[in-house]
């Protein structure tokens, strides 16, 4: 079970904040449509192909934490509602 929680959003976000993974994504995304005719793929798919994740994404945890996390430690969720 996981241990530490990310919203969606803001995974997403640090997820695609170099230009690279964008391209890359892209470059997949092109590739999967002319091979298969169609995209299937979740954002924890995306988490899943990460070889890690910084432990400051998760809620409660600090910026300045530079701990990094496997996969499969963390748990996307819906942003809360306040």
């Not at 169609?38 to 988490?47: A, E, P, S």
């Not at 400051?56 to 996969?71: A, K, R, V």
């Amino acid at each position: 079970m996981a241990q530490y929680k990310i919203i969606r959003k803001r995974f997403i976000s640090w997820y695609f904040s170099e230009s690279y993974e964008i391209t890359s994504f892209g470059s997949n995304c092109i590739d999967e449509l002319l091979q298969y005719g169609k995209i299937n793929i979740t954002i924890q798919d995306l988490v899943d192909n990460c070889v890690s994740i910084p432990k400051y994404l998760c809620e409660g945890q600090s910026i300045h934490d530079e701990e990094d996390l496997y996969p499969e430690d963390v748990e996307l969720i819906v942003e809360p509602l306040n």
